[in-house]
C-alpha cells in the first residue's frame, strides 16, 4: 500500500507539472476527471510518468543503483549502506524493490499506454514511442533478475492472468529487437506530435536514434552467449541510424526540488546521496586510481573535497585544493567504510575563511556537487556510450561502421568527457586537455577491449544498472571482490539480483519452472543467460 501510496502521489505531482506546462490557462474540460482511474489515464500521461520514476523515484534509484550497483563495479563506497553492493551483504528486500514497484506501477502503464494507442491512427507516435520506452524499462528489469515475466505481464488486468509466466531471457531479447526494429521504422515526423515526452519533448527523429542506439546496448549484451547474432543486431541497428552527436543524449532533466520518495520531480538518484545530514558516499578508490593512472581531466571536476554544512550540501565549503595538497586524490579502500583506514587530523588554510582542521571523513573524496545535485540530468544512454559500443564491434568483427574502431574510440573519449557539461554547474573541459587525454590513452594492442570498457565504465558513472551489466558482459574492467571480513557473505561479486520472496509464495509454480531454466539456483551469484561464463 506504501508503494502505491507514493505512486499516486508521484502521478500526481508530474500532472500538476503537466498541466501547468502543456496547457492553457482556459482549458478546463477535463478538471472534473479522476486522474489515477485507469479508464481514463492518457497514454501520454502515462509515458511522461513512467519516464519520470525511471530516474525520479528515490526508493528504488537508492536501494539499485546506490546501495548495490555503484559499489559492485567499485565506483562508490565508503557509507554505511555501501556494504550491500561493496561487501556483498545480502538484502533481500533491497534486491526485491525494484521488481515489487516496477510491475504493479510502471510495467502496467506501459503495457497499458501501449495497447491504448495502438489502434488509434492519431496516435501512431506515440504507441511506437511507448513500444520503445516499454522495451526500455523491461530491459533493466531484465538485466538484473534473468527470466522474468514478460509476454504475460501486467495481463492480470486486461486479460484475468493471475499468475503470469516467465519468458527465458533469449526470447524476452528476441523480442526486443522486433520491437525496436518496427517502432523506430514505424516512427514519422509528419504523424502526431507527443508534447508530453520528457525525454525528447516529441522529437520523433531524436527518438529514432534513441531506439536504434538501445538497440545497438542490447545487441552487445550479447557478445558472450551468441556473438554471430550480437553482430547482425549491431549492424541492423546502425544501419537504420544510432547516436551522431553529443546532442543526441537521452537524458532526463530534473527539477531542483529535493526528491522525497513520493515528489519524482527531482533525480532521484541525487537524493539518495545527498538526502541525509551530511553526505556519508565516497569515491571508493580503485575507481580515484583509474582516473588518475590515465590523467583523465574528468577526475579534478568530479571529484573533490568539501567540509560539510549540515542539510546544505551545495554550501558546502569546497577545500580541494588545500586537501589535495596534503593527501592527493584519496577515495575510500575497496572493502573498507569510510572511517576504516583512519586518517590523523590537519590544518588548512582557506584564504578569506580562516583555519579549519581535517579529519578522517573530510580526507576521503567526495562526489563533486554538480554530479549530485537535485536538477542533475540521469543520463539514459549518451552519445559516448554509443560510439565506444562501436568502437568495441568495430573491433571484435573487423567492421567500418563510418569509422574504424579507433575513430569510434576517440569519438566515445571527446564525448564522454564533455557530456559533464550536460550537469548545470558541470565543467567545460578545454579541447588541449582532451587531445592531450586522447595521446595518453592510445589503443594499445592486445589490450584494446579493456581500454574500451574502461571508457565505458567512467562515461557509465552515475548509471549503476548500466555500468553493472556492461561490467558482467564485458569482463571489464577487472575487478577484485571487495571482500570484509564479518559482513560479507561471498567473497565473489555477485551477478545479478535474486527474484522476491513474493514471487516464490505467489507465483511458486512459474517461479520454480523459471528456476529450472536458470539452471535451478536462484542466487546473486548465478548468471543470467547472456552473462555466460
Known amino acids: 500500500m506504501k508503494s502505491m501510496k507514493r505512486y499516486y502521489n508521484s502521478l500526481l505531482y508530474l500532472c500538476l507539472a503537466l498541466v501547468t506546462g502543456l496547457m492553457s490557462c482556459d482549458d478546463f474540460g477535463d478538471m472534473n476527471v479522476n486522474p489515477t482511474k485507469s479508464s481514463n489515464m492518457d497514454p501520454a500521461l502515462q509515458l511522461a510518468l513512467i519516464q519520470a520514476r525511471f530516474s525520479g523515484d528515490l526508493e528504488s534509484n537508492e536501494r539499485v543503483g546506490t546501495f548495490n550497483c555503484m559499489p559492485m563495479v567499485q565506483q562508490l563506497g565508503g557509507a554505511w549502506a555501501c556494504q550491500y553492493g561493496g561487501f556483498y551483504v545480502k538484502q533481500q528486500q533491497y534486491m526485491s524493490i525494484l521488481w515489487e514497484l516496477n510491475y504493479p506501477n510502471d510495467i502496467l502503464n506501459i503495457a497499458d499506454a501501449v495497447n491504448r494507442s495502438k489502434d488509434d491512427p492519431k496516435k501512431q507516435n506515440l504507441h511506437n514511442i511507448c513500444r520503445i520506452m516499454k522495451v526500455y524499462v523491461f530491459a533493466r528489469l531484465t538485466d538484473l533478475y534473468g527470466d522474468i515475466p514478460y509476454s504475460e505481464a501486467s495481463s492480470g488486468y486486461s486479460k484475468g492472468i493471475v499468475h503470469p509466466k516467465y519468458d527465458k531471457q533469449a526470447d524476452i531479447y528476441d523480442d526486443f529487437f522486433k520491437e525496436l526494429t518496427e517502432a523506430s521504422t514505424a516512427l514519422d515526423p509528419s504523424k502526431d506530435q507527443v508534447p508530453q515526452d520528457q525525454f525528447y519533448k516529441g522529437d520523433i527523429a531524436a527518438w529514432k536514434k534513441f531506439a536504434n542506439s538501445l538497440h545497438l546496448r542490447l545487441a552487445m549484451r550479447l557478445v558472450k552467449r551468441d556473438e554471430a547474432k550480437?553482430?547482425?543486431e549491431v549492424?541492423?541497428?546502425?544501419?537504420?541510424?544510432?547516436?551522431?552527436?553529443n546532442e543526441d543524449v537521452c537524458k532526463m532533466t530534473h527539477e531542483n526540488v529535493q526528491n522525497n520518495y513520493e515528489d519524482v520531480r527531482?533525480?532521484?538518484l541525487s537524493a539518495s546521496i545527498n538526502q541525509g545530514e551530511l553526505v556519508p558516499y565516497r569515491y571508493n578508490q580503485v575507481f580515484i586510481t583509474a582516473l588518475r593512472n590515465t590523467n583523465d581531466p574528468r577526475l579534478e571536476h568530479m571529484a573533490r573535497y568539501?567540509?560539510?554544512?549540515?542539510?546544505?550540501?551545495?554550501?558546502?565549503?569546497?577545500?580541494?585544493?588545500?586537501?589535495?595538497?596534503?593527501?592527493?586524490?584519496?577515495?575510500?579502500?575497496?572493502?573498507?567504510?569510510?572511517?576504516?583506514?583512519w586518517k590523523s587530523t590537519f590544518?588548512?588554510?582557506?584564504?578569506g575563511r580562516g583555519d579549519f582542521e581535517i579529519g578522517n571523513n573530510g580526507q576521503k573524496i567526495q562526489l563533486a556537487n554538480f554530479l549530485i545535485a537535485n536538477n542533475a540530468p540521469f543520463l539514459h544512454l549518451t552519445y559516448a556510450e554509443t560510439e565506444l559500443l562501436l568502437a568495441e564491434a568495430c573491433f571484435r568483427w573487423g567492421l567500418n561502421l563510418n569509422g574504424d574502431y579507433t575513430t569510434h574510440y576517440n569519438n566515445g573519449i571527446e564525448a564522454g568527457i564533455r557530456q559533464l557539461s550536460f550537469y548545470p554547474g558541470g565543467p567545460s573541459i578545454e579541447t588541449g586537455k582532451i587531445t592531450q587525454y586522447k595521446a595518453d590513452n592510445v589503443l594499445a594492442p592486445g589490450r584494446e577491449l579493456q581500454m574500451i570498457n574502461h571508457q565505458l565504465w567512467v562515461v557509465l558513472f552515475m548509471n549503476g544498472p548500466e555500468a553493472y551489466a556492461n561490467w558482467r558482459r564485458s569482463g571489464f574492467p577487472q575487478l577484485t571482490p571487495g571482500y570484509k571480513p564479518g559482513y560479507s557473505n561471498i567473497n565473489t561479486i555477485p551477478r545479478r539480483f535474486e527474484y522476491p520472496l513474493s514471487e516464490k509464495e505467489q507465483n511458486k509454480a512459474n517461479y520454480d519452472k523459471a528456476l529450472q531454466d536458470m539452471g535451478g539456483?536462484?542466487?546473486?551469484?548465478?548468471?543470467?543467460w547472456w552473462d555466460k561464463q
Open 521 to 528: 539456483n536462484d542466487d546473486w551469484t548465478a548468471r543470467v
Open 306 to 341: 568539501y567540509i560539510d554544512i549540515p542539510y546544505k550540501f551545495m554550501e558546502r565549503l569546497d577545500v580541494t585544493e588545500q586537501v589535495r595538497a596534503v593527501v592527493g586524490y584519496t577515495g575510500c579502500n575497496n572493502g573498507d567504510f569510510v572511517w576504516d583506514d
Open 235 to 245: 549492424q541492423k541497428a546502425f544501419a537504420r541510424g544510432v547516436f551522431s552527436r
Open 230 to 232: 550480437a553482430k547482425a
Open 266 to 268: 527531482g533525480n532521484g
Open 347 to 351: 590544518t588548512i588554510t582557506v584564504p
